[in-house]
């Protein structure tokens, strides 16, 4: 016995370095430890200068006081109950387009079926909404999308998993990423042993993307690294950025993509949220479509979610991609990888065909779904534009406007005596905390503010950043910016060079 | 563009080997088929000696009008729509139990915020649901489940994936794994690049282990493999067995994962799915924890799902693991690679939370929810039954108790000279369908009937198997059990030695 406890103690258990090196800041040190902050704060301990925290840290609406959008949640309680149809009274109290919808929607899953698995790629009829949904927005770009190319997903982040998976091998495949970049694109390279082949967005431009840049990227990426890049990865709107993406350097992406034989991974999570004068959405599917030959051929898989938009059913884990020109073999490992996880929640896609096939004109809900949609992108419009302006006031702040997307990701000008003190307190603690994520801490530790670090979402070496969302209501909002503001003037105040 | 034309089409886009090597047949070549049948006979071509599929290959209960338990979907569609329980008609039109159980979940998520991500792991309030459960059903050995050790998971499946993407790094990590095996084990091992190390079940003693085979597969992996297994998988009611472990064999098993420093994997999914007298269900957390030190301390993991028991919910993607005595760094680790994912559904968190906690004796829906309970159990009993002895009486069958899980595995028998018409074929087609597979494809084109072989999920070489699920309407099973019954005797008319 005492042998065998000794051996086991020996023993180690060594876990796989890829899934050690993966990091996920938006859940990392920062509001890891401000759950502890949360939890000793409702136990009575702390003594913090504050009652309550913001969490700013991630785009989850719902969490922060958004309403959902009655005539969606309505319907899928109808959907997974079926037998309420069957009640006249309960009948008579939801709207006759929730019913229709309702009905219309189990008689294609089959009113007894709606627990079970769908097939792998999800039920047909939200695949078809889907499609039609794309060929609306992209107003009949030929050819016509069908349900054929959608694949429906747990949320967006698993369309990035199983295609990262399929097309990286490891350290002899790349994928070429902007900078800085949402982390779950860093963490799935790291899980796959892959390489990273940043391209740095042009902050003074906007985080704006420059074509000369896009052929020094791979060119590194192949000599120095040694590693073929096989995926690009576009997210427009942009996150962490908040950018909208021009039509004509989206052009140059899809050239470039053709021509080194890339999929072209377009993140478009944030299609609905563009609030700047002057913008609007436009996705990479139209662009190539529209392109001469042999652009038009571009392979090209497009993401969405039922996460963000005005939406925000962040839980419901619904989502699909698109995908475009892939070839064969390819679709084919997809559908398997798909099947292998049996299917993705119902739920989630029943949630991504409402999301696609909102109440029509005419209908009961028609007006009151409007009105609420209205409210909810109207307050997320007018914070957009107030948080970035208000930063913008912030002693060593500097914001780029928030064109689009959930985030402001303004940079930051530390002293350089804070810098020393970043070091001293490292030293003491031993750890390597970096200088951004320092100000994360100590701006959350003394004002219950939650965002993350530049670095966790990668930033041009030498600059210092940190991400905050749009979402918390416009009280919650000003107390953020007053906090963040009164921090910030502290630093200063205390670490003079 | 010339050029760049030739440049592309010359150029290949390589897959990952690992993708390209992990199979999957519960949703592999068989039922592909079986799609497309299904779609030639909906738009009228075909001509097939049948009308309809029966789909025996897939554990998917609802898909064969099994029907949901009504309380829980009465729960969900409340927690779903909070703006319901204020509208006291519709309040009326649902039992009391149900109204209660669906504000108390609306507390503790918080009304608002029923779309949103959860933490990382899941609901507190349904990892509490979870450990409550696990404490009931397993007489509170000690220490006690708390909801620490709960990660609510999107089915069982995720909680494989998480915790093999942990543990195993490449070629030189190993998976114990049973034979025959559910698939999604080898899958996920092809997926990471590890190596199988199967420990053969002995079909004549019921599918029984034997613990001088644990140790001569361990030896076999390090010595021949060169990998040190880390993870031994245990599939406890079997599939695609249907057979119940014995308490002596899981202290077996305990010790030999103790001693060799290996995390225990005990899938439980088929845990309420036990219809054999005087079998019951004996978790190997039970049985861990009541053993002598240091066996105690075993490593564990062990997997529950929303998809199985009597509940059915495939579709929500819900289920969760529990962690035992894993080292710190290894449940860090796990809690990251939940955090990327952002959350399981909350649906299917939802479910599991109901599945854990049905409705207490003295509540309006008790007496119904046991009835209908008492109804699909009994059903799924007679027909486990009625299965195996049907099939002991087909020519060239042998088939084991379905003592428990949802599947009959029978051995099957075949002539020679069917063996060489399968050659002749595969030469003739140009592939190298097994002679199991083949047998369950001309079942299918001439039958309509939907099995899986036995070589999907692995068997001692030499012998040939097929799964087929216990869960048609009993109407549908006796068209199973004549159209099998009729296909053999046929074949075995047809190709005579």
Known sequence: MLHTTLAKAAAKLPLNPRVVAAQYAVRGLIPTRADEINKEIASGKGGYPFQSLVYCNIGNPQALKQPPLTFYRQVMSLVDSPFLLEDEVVVSRFPKDVVERAREYLKRIGPTATGAYTGSLGYDFAREAVAAYINERDGQATPLSTADGITLTDGASTGVRLLMQTLISGPSDGVMIPIPQYPAYTAQIALLGGVEAPYYLKEAEGWGVHAADLKATYD???????????????????????????????????????????????????????????KKFTSFREVVLRMPEPYNKTMLVSLHSTSKGVIGECGRRGGYFEQMNLPADLHAELVKMCSINLCSNVNGQVMTALMCSPPAPGGESHASFTKEFADIFDGM?????????????????????????????????????????????????????????????????????????????????????????????????????????????????????
């Open 220 to 278: 590194k990426c192949v000599n120095e690294s040694k590693a073929t890049p096989r995926l690009f990865v576009a997210i427009n709107p942009g996150n962490p950025t908040g950018n909208v993406l021009e039509r004509t350097v989206m052009e140059d992406i899809v050239r470039f993509c053709y021509d080194h034989n890339m999929v072209l991974l377009a993140d478009e999570v944030y299609q609905v949220n563009i609030y700047a004068a002057g």
């Open 381 to 497: 419009k007018t914070r957009a534009a107030m948080l970035a302006a208000e930063l913008n006031t912030v002693v060593g702040f500097s914001c780029q406007p928030v064109e689009g997307a959930m985030y402001a990701f303004p940079r930051l000008t530390l002293p350089a005596a804070y810098a020393r003190h970043n070091d001293e307190l490292n030293a003491k603690e031993g750890r390597k905390l970096s200088l951004d994520a320092r100000w994360a801490l100590e701006l959350l530790e003394s004002e219950g503010i939650v965002v993350v670090p530049g670095s966790g979402f990668g930033q041009e070496p030498g600059t210092l950043h940190f991400r905050t969302t749009i979402l918390p209501p416009t009280e919650q909002m000003a107390r953020v910016v007053k906090s963040i503001r009164t921090f910030q003037e502290g630093l200063y105040a205390t670490y003079k060079d």
